[in-house]
């Protein structure tokens, strides 16, 4: 016959399946959270990746203007101050151009990290304190959901007294109190 399993043997069960579970999410978390980050890298890359390209683009659609212009004007003989002012708008322009790509650039960078954070804090990572109580609560439960019932005196056998700077009053079982 086939011996009862003892409330210490559950207990002891039930912290380490705790215990396990317990790691098991944190990995998860952790494996998240760097999804996330690197996914947050990607798309960063892609903005930057378009915002060079757009800013390029513009730049080259200014210059052509600008060639065709100076052709036009070379032709027809009208190079003066009218002609100076047009290209000095044109460059003025692809300035603006840039100071565009680059401010547009900046908003989607902010809200790919800004949809990161949110991502980020919606993941459950247990702390430390987190996990030691949820490993002991599994071994309390288990302790007294196998008829151990809950201790009533703390049963210290090889307890060493604690130091501190502040004397207590309270007697513990098991300890010589002075």
Request: with cysteine; charged share 20%; hydrophobic share 40%.
């Amino acid at each position: 016959m086939c011996e009862p399993i003892s409330a210490t043997t559950m207990a002891y069960i039930a912290i380490a399946s705790s215990a396990v579970s317990v790691y098991a999410q944190s990995q998860t978390a952790k494996a998240q959270k760097n999804n996330i980050r690197v996914q947050q890298e990607n798309e960063r890359e892609e903005v930057h990746e378009k915002a060079e390209e757009e800013l390029g683009a513009r730049i080259r659609e200014s210059r052509e203007r600008r060639a065709r212009a100076r052709v036009a004007g070379g032709e027809s003989g009208a190079l003066g101050a009218s002609f100076a002012a047009s290209i000095n708008q044109s460059l003025q322009d692809q300035d603006m151009d840039a100071a565009l790509v680059s401010k547009q650039a900046a908003f989607a960078q902010r809200g790919i990290d800004d949809r990161a954070n949110t991502a980020l804090a919606g993941i459950r990572d247990p702390s430390a304190l987190e996990a030691g109580l949820q490993i002991a609560s599994a071994g309390a439960s288990a302790y007294a959901g196998a008829g151990g019932g809950a201790p009533s005196k703390l049963d210290v056998t090889d307890a060493m007294p604690i130091a501190s700077s502040t004397t207590s009053t309270l007697p513990v079982p098991g300890i010589a109190n002075a």
